[in-house]
């Protein structure tokens, strides 16, 4: 199995994060649109949506996105974008307030094995911020950049007393991750178990035995040893 979440090689300038950062601060926050997830205040703002307005902050896999405005003003969170050789969807700026917690939850179809992966680069926060996925902490430091999986229960409690807040960037699958991934100790091939029923993978063996190649084989051996 795959880590459930994983610092990535990079880190990147607390004070240039905190400096794009005064940029957005005169942008309109919106409040998250799924209430019943968190208490408090969690509010967002886009860098990059599927209308190109900042106030659109929904994030759907498999939509056309496009930078915002605000984007072009913010020249350093654009150099992070760029470092990810990938298409991006939804770049977003996540804030969680004071004494305010995200309950834990799921979000469908946001693990590496998916295709899809989530980066989060925090710019404020501290000691008393609390992010848990798969019930593990983990420690996010500011400049850090993590990965995680978001297809596993996860939460998030700040107890301090100032605002967390994170870049988020919703990045696709590719060779150039593939790579970066495998060097962090991932199994490139690895299917999770709880994907799809036993017919789906008798489909999916099926269709990946008409192309013969090595990777091929691997997927279907893992398939066939989930259904032993």
Same mark, same amino acid.
């Given at each position: 199995?795959?880590?459930?979440?994983?610092?990535?090689?990079?880190?990147?300038?607390?004070?240039?994060?905190?400096?794009?950062?005064?940029?957005?601060?005169?942008?309109?926050?919106?409040?998250?649109?799924?209430?019943?997830?968190?208490?408090?205040?969690?509010?967002?703002?886009?860098?990059?949506?599927?209308?190109?307005?900042?106030?659109?902050?929904?994030?759907?896999?498999?939509?056309?996105?496009?930078?915002?405005?605000?984007?072009?003003?913010?020249?350093?969170?654009?150099?992070?974008?760029?470092?990810?050789?990938?298409?991006?969807?939804?770049?977003?700026?996540?804030?969680?307030?004071?004494?305010?917690?995200?309950?834990?939850?799921?979000?469908?179809?946001?693990?590496?094995?998916?295709?899809?992966?989530?980066?989060?680069?925090?710019?404020?926060?501290?000691?008393?911020?609390?992010?848990?996925?798969?019930?593990?902490?983990?420690?996010?430091?500011?400049?850090?950049?993590?990965?995680?999986?978001?297809?596993?229960?996860?939460?998030?409690?700040?107890?301090?007393?100032?605002?967390?807040?994170?870049?988020?960037?919703?990045?696709?699958?590719? /060779?150039? &991750? *593939? =790579?970066?991934?495998? $060097?962090?100790?991932?199994? %490139?091939?690895?299917? !999770?178990?709880? /994907?799809? &029923? *036993? =017919?789906?993978?008798? $489909?999916?063996?099926?269709? %990946?035995?008409?192309? !013969?190649?090595?990777?091929?084989?691997?997927?279907?051996?893992?398939?066939?040893?989930?259904?032993?």
């Amino acid at each position: 199995m795959n880590p459930s979440s994983c610092q990535l090689p990079i880190s990147f300038s607390i004070e240039k994060l905190q400096n794009d950062l005064l940029i957005c601060e005169t942008n309109l926050w919106t409040p998250h649109f799924n209430t019943n997830r968190y208490e408090g205040k969690w509010t967002s703002v886009s860098l990059r949506s599927q209308s190109g307005l900042e106030n659109d902050i929904f994030s759907f896999p498999d939509k056309a996105y496009k930078n915002t405005p605000l984007l072009d003003s913010c020249s350093y969170f654009k150099e992070i974008m760029d470092w990810f050789q990938c298409e991006k969807e939804a770049v977003r700026l996540l804030r969680l307030g004071p004494n305010s917690e995200i309950k834990e939850h799921v979000d469908n179809d946001t693990s590496y094995e998916d295709g899809f992966f989530r980066i989060h680069v925090p710019i404020i926060t501290n000691s008393e911020v609390y992010f848990y996925v798969n019930h593990q902490l983990v420690p996010m430091k500011m400049g850090e950049c993590w990965y995680a999986n978001f297809q596993l229960p996860h939460s998030v409690l700040n107890k301090s007393l100032e605002p967390r807040i994170h870049l988020t960037l919703d990045c696709i699958r590719n /060779e150039w &991750s *593939d =790579e970066l991934f495998s $060097k962090m100790g991932f199994d %490139l091939n690895y299917v !999770p178990k709880h /994907e799809c &029923s *036993d =017919e789906v993978k008798r $489909k999916v063996i099926a269709e %990946l035995s008409r192309n !013969p190649s090595e990777t091929n084989a691997k997927i279907i051996a893992e398939l066939q040893s989930q259904m032993e």
